[in-house]
């Protein structure tokens, strides 16, 4: 069975702390991408990477950085947590979409609520 | 921002009764598909419909795309209280990502 998992399903932090979000997926996929979900905003993109040590920004990347060391790992890193990235995010990987192919199905984890204090 | 647009926010129905969201967006897009999310959990792949598709069924999902008019529904035949979840549309605009609409959220009642 596929999956993606995420280190942690809770986490409380205080303002200021170094956050690391870990997400490992078992599918060997080429795409893993950080979202973050709000009441109301649907799911925002953070950073996204298609190949080890690649990475890109998303529409929201202010406050986060990543790591994609190992093609199965792809860490989110919040280097001085604020109360306003209080969030549920989710973690999602994907098959590298080939261009005319058009089909990239995104598997998803089941998500860390952080709570920054 | 490109993000797409579901409606209505929130619907309540009874069992056995048919459920439609609907999508819109912006840009044009390479393909479309829906998600499921269950009350704090991660998103589940439903189904996807390419640019020239214009209907696609799966199981008591039915799909249905307007590129002219840039928007999406999910009809949900049958529902049942397990169909309960927040569903999204997402848009594949190409360039690995998928845009992501704001969602909709569904009770169904026994």
């Known amino acids: 069975d596929v999956k993606v998992t995420q280190s942690s399903r809770y986490l409380v932090k205080r303002t200021g702390e170094k956050v690391f979000l870990e997400c490992v997926q078992d599918?060997?996929?080429?795409?893993m991408f950080w979202y973050r979900q709000d009441p109301g905003l649907g799911l925002r993109l953070i950073y996204f990477?298609?190949?080890?040590?690649?990475?890109e920004k998303g529409d929201i990347p202010e406050g986060y950085s990543v790591s994609r060391e190992k093609k199965e790992r792809f860490s989110l890193i919040l280097e001085s947590a604020s109360t306003n990235q209080t969030s549920m995010y989710l973690c999602?990987?994907?098959?590298?979409?080939?261009?005319?192919?058009?089909?990239?199905?995104?598997?998803f984890g089941p998500g860390t609520r952080l709570t920054v204090l | 921002s490109q993000q797409g647009e579901e409606d209505p926010q929130a619907l309540s129905i009874q069992e056995g009764e048919n459920a439609t969201m609907n999508c819109s967006y912006k840009?044009?897009?390479?393909?479309l598909q829906w998600y499921r999310q269950n009350s704090g959990r991660g998103l589940v792949h439903l189904i996807l419909?390419?640019?020239?598709?214009r209907e696609k069924h799966s199981g008591r999902l039915r799909v249905t795309l307007d590129t002219s008019k840039k928007s999406s529904s999910l009809l949900i035949t049958a529902s049942r209280a397990a169909d309960t979840a927040s569903y999204f549309c997402?848009?594949?605009?190409?360039?690995?990502?998928?845009?992501f609409g704001t969602g909709t959220r569904l009770l169904v009642s026994p």
């Open positions: 990477s298609y190949d080890v040590k690649m990475k």
């Open positions: 997402a848009m594949n605009t190409g360039f690995q990502k998928l845009v």
């Open positions: 599918m060997d996929h080429e795409n």
């Open positions: 999602a990987s994907s098959f590298f979409e080939l261009k005319g192919v058009g089909y990239n199905e995104q598997f």
């Open positions: 419909i390419r640019s020239n598709e």
């Open positions: 840009t044009s897009i390479n393909n």
